[in-house]
């Protein structure tokens, strides 16, 4: 079965650093392009950073880019999300995205989540 694991959420002071990470089974990771997702309390989930499943393209929410970097290990089928100069703004539950197409559909798999809280 498909399955997404994150780690690396955690309470942090404004301006430090974390990085989190995900690793995936049961599906042809390196053909699949993979995204990080966040959900604050009361708000809809957003999209935050997504790769192409070579790692050559990156594309970033206008409010985290510069400061975020999403990176793979098509490897160790792995995908990063490391963050930088975090704000308050920045606390949510962020989650690992996978996308296959299988039979002319779009398929989305999710992990858990990993709860990030950004306060002094």
């Known amino acids: 079965q498909v399955q997404l694991v994150e780690s690396g959420g955690g309470l942090v002071q404004p301006g430090q650093s974390l990085r989190l990470s995900c690793v995936a089974s049961g599906f042809t990771f390196s053909s699949a392009p993979m995204s990080w997702y966040r959900q604050a309390p009361g708000k809809a989930r957003e999209l935050v950073a997504t790769?192409?499943?070579?790692?050559?393209?990156?594309n970033y929410k206008d409010s985290v880019k510069g400061r975020f970097t999403i990176s793979r290990d098509n490897a160790k089928n792995t995908v990063d999300l490391q963050m930088n100069s975090l704000k308050p703004e920045d606390t949510a539950v962020y989650f690992c995205n996978a996308v296959r197409r299988l039979d002319g559909r779009r398929y989305d798999y999710w992990g858990q989540g990993t709860q990030v809280t950004v306060s002094s």
């Open positions: 790769i192409t499943s070579a790692g050559g393209t990156a």
